[in-house]
C-alpha cells in the first residue's frame, strides 16, 4: 500500500470515451474462475468502467451509476480492451524481430534492432521506440529463433548459475557455448574475449547471450505492465494522460505506452504470491504401488495444461495420492487460495482425500472425486508459519488421484 503511494500516480483525461473504457479484477468478494487471455484466474469482483484515476488510495472508475472506488490494497489488475487493428498498407515495410531481451527483473523485450558496448544496450522496439537499457540490466539476449528443437535446451541454459558471460552457439539441433566476457556488440559481429583473446564472433552465429549478473533481488515491481505481443515489462512508477501510459522501468529509464498496445497492468506480484513459484521446504511421496508421481507446477500431472471442470488455468499445482507438500508462510500472507478439483484428463475417475492444515492446525480435510464439482479454497493462514497439505488415498486405491491445485496462491 505504502510503495503504491509512493510510486503510483494515474490521471486519466477525457472520461467517457472509448479509449478510457477498462475492466478491473480485485480481491474484492468470494474468489471465483474469470476467464483471462491467459486461462483462467481467481479473483473477486470485476469491474467494467470509465478509468478516471488511479492514486495511493486506489482506482477510481466511472460506472453507469456514478464513480466506482478500489482500494489500493484490493487491486489485482487492470485490463485495457483490445483496440481495432488498422489496415497494413501493402507498401509498407514489415520489420522483423531480430532480437529477444530479457531483463534482470523478469521483463521480456522483443526488438527490431539490438547493438550494445560494456555499459550499455541500445534497442529498437515496436512498442517502446528506441531505449537504452544500462547493461547491467540485461539478463539474456537472445538472436536466433526458438523453436522446439532448442527451446528446452535454451530454458535449461537460463536456469543455470554462471561465473562469466556465456556465448551460446547453435549446431543443429544442439546448442552449445562457450564462457568469456561479452564487448561490443555491432550489426556484424559479436565481440567476444576468450583466454585473453577477443575474437569477432559473426553475429548470425551466434543463437544466444547469458551475462553474469551479480544482482541482488529487489522487491516486487509495484506493477507488470503485459503488451500485446507477449512482452513484459516490470515498472516502478507510472502515469497515464490523453491514452498514453508514461512508465518508469526498474532500471529508471522512461518509456510511453500507448493503450493500444497495452494488455493489462498487473498489480497483483506486490501481494500475490502463486505456490507454483515457490520451492515446498519439505516434499513427500508414498507410492501406493511402485510407481511415484511427482508433483508439477503450472501443468497436470502427465505434462498438459491444468483444466478443472472444462476451465483452463495457467497457473496451479498438480498433485498425486499420496503426496504431502510443506510451505514457509512466515507470517507474511493473509489467505490461501486455489480452485480444487480433480484433473479433466481423467474424467470423472479420481477419489482422494485432502488435508490443508498450518502450524499443526487443520483448515480444510476434504474428499475430492472426479463425479463431484471443484471447490474454491479461501482459507485464512494470517499469522501462521507453516502450510502443509496432504494429499491422500480415497476410496479407490491411487487409480486416476490426478488432483489439481488451480490458481494456487497466497494473498498478503
Known sequence: ?????????????????????????????????????????????????????????????????????IRAADLLDVRFPAAKTPVQNPKTPVVKTRAWVRLVDGGRISCRTLTATPRQVQVQTQHLGDVTLPAGRVATVRLGTLDAAVADAWNELRGREIKRDRLVIRKGNVLDHLDGVVGEIDAKVVKFLLDGDELPVPRERVFGILFFRNVARSKPAACQAVLRGGDTLALS??????????????????????????????????????????????????????????????????????????????????????????????????????????????????????????????????????TEKPRLVDLDVTGLRELQILVDYGGDLDIADHLDLADAKLVR
Open 237 to 370: 512508477a507510472v502515469s497515464m494522460r490523453a491514452a498514453i501510459c508514461q512508465a518508469t522501468l526498474e532500471g529508471g529509464q522512461q518509456v510511453k505506452l500507448p493503450f493500444a498496445r497495452l494488455e493489462r497492468l498487473d498489480f497483483a506480484a506486490s501481494r500475490v504470491v502463486y505456490l507454483s513459484a515457490l520451492v515446498p521446504r519439505d516434499i513427500e511421496y508414498t507410492p501406493y504401488f511402485d510407481v511415484t508421481w511427482k508433483y508439477r507446477r503450472d501443468t497436470n500431472l502427465d505434462g498438459g495444461p491444468l483444466r478443472v471442470n472444462g476451465k483452463t488455468f495457467a497457473r496451479g499445482l498438480a498433485l498425486h495420492s499420496k503426496t504431502r507438500l510443506v510451505y514457509s508462510l512466515a507470517r507474511r500472507h493473509r489467505r490461501f487460495q486455489a480452485w480444487m478439483g480433480i484433473d479433466a484428463l481423467v474424467g470423472r475417475r479420481g477419489n482422494v482425500h485432502v488435508v490443508i492444515s498450518a502450524d499443526g492446525k487443520k483448515l480444510l480435510e476434504a474428499d475430492v472425486k472426479g
Open 1 to 69: 500500500m505504502r510503495r503504491l503511494a509512493l510510486l503510483l500516480t494515474l490521471v486519466l483525461t477525457g472520461v467517457g470515451s472509448a479509449e478510457g473504457t477498462v475492466e478491473v479484477l480485485t480481491l474484492q468478494g468470494q474468489p471465483q474462475p474469470v476467464a483471462t487471455s491467459g486461462g483462467h484466474v481467481l479473483a473477486g469482483r470485476r469491474i467494467t468502467g470509465q478509468l478516471v484515476s488511479l492514486s495511493e488510495s486506489g482506482v477510481t472508475l466511472q460506472g453507469p451509476k456514478g464513480p466506482i472506488e
